[in-house]
């Protein structure tokens, strides 16, 4: 967990990164961006902003998408990570949460949560122990096949089979898609213990702005595959143009979503 004023020690570090799908399709232009130590850093932005896509560059899952870093670097402990696998990452404490709260569906909640364990040896109980502690839904559930769940258990299933294999960081892409208000701030609730208890960092890529920002310490937002603005998390909830064009507010007062969307930025929005 940060507090104020501590010095962050930076453990992932992207700068300037492009990504082409497909040799041709640029979909990342140039971006930049640190992860702190112990923080939870937003990625915020639209569909379509490149949120998922820097998640992935950073994994490296884009292969199996036909994507491909072609300028830029990532590091992490200092160390370049192009090279490595995600089976690799994963051994040095980086594992993501896809979208869509993918989980083996034939399988039943702890056999799910079990193969997050594959590239640990020895005894895997106090980790579970440790998830349902999290999760005491997931341990009402423990026996039911993963499949037969509910959106918000899946979800569960997900992040806590992350946690199986002790990562230091999670790459969380869009943990409130299709969730309920009130599954939603349960799930970032157990971000935030997770991160406060456990020490666990965060990368999440989310739409959910005004969530978000409440939770985390530090954001990015994404527009068109660039980074337009950056900076505390306190600050970007109160900056105009985030209020505007994220949260749906304007000095005016509240706006429909549909009335910012059309609205024109200002010119030095992308500036």
Known sequence: MLDAGQTQESLLEVNNIEVIYNHVILVLKGVSLSVPKG????????????????????????????????????????????????????????????EGRHCFEHLT????????AY??????????????????????????????????????????????SRPETILLDEPSMGLAPQLVEEIFGIVKDLNEREGVSFLLAEQNTNVALRFAHYGYILEN????????????????????????VSEEGRKSFRDVRSYRRRKRWLS
């Open 119 to 164: 590239t640990r040896k020895g005894s895997v109980q106090q980790d579970l122990d440790l998830v349902y502690s999290y999760f005491p839904r997931l341990a009402e559930r423990r026996k039911s096949q993963a499949g037969y769940t509910s959106g918000g258990e899946q979800q569960m299933c997900a992040i806590g089979r992350a946690l199986m």
């Open 39 to 98: 923080g939870i850093t937003a990625l915020l932005g639209g569909n379509g902003a490149g949120k998922t896509t820097t998640l992935k560059a950073i994994s490296n899952l884009l292969h199996s998408e036909r994507g491909e870093v072609t300028k830029g670097t990532i590091h992490y402990h200092g160390d370049s990570v192009a090279d490595l696998s995600p089976a690799a990452l994963v051994k040095r404490g980086v594992i993501q949460v896809m």
């Open 225 to 248: 595959g660039r980074v337009v603005m950056d900076g505390p998390a306190d600050e970007l909830r109160e900056n105009p143009d985030v209020k505007e064009f994220y949260l749906g």
């Open 109 to 116: 909640v702890e056999e799910n949560l079990l193969t997050g």
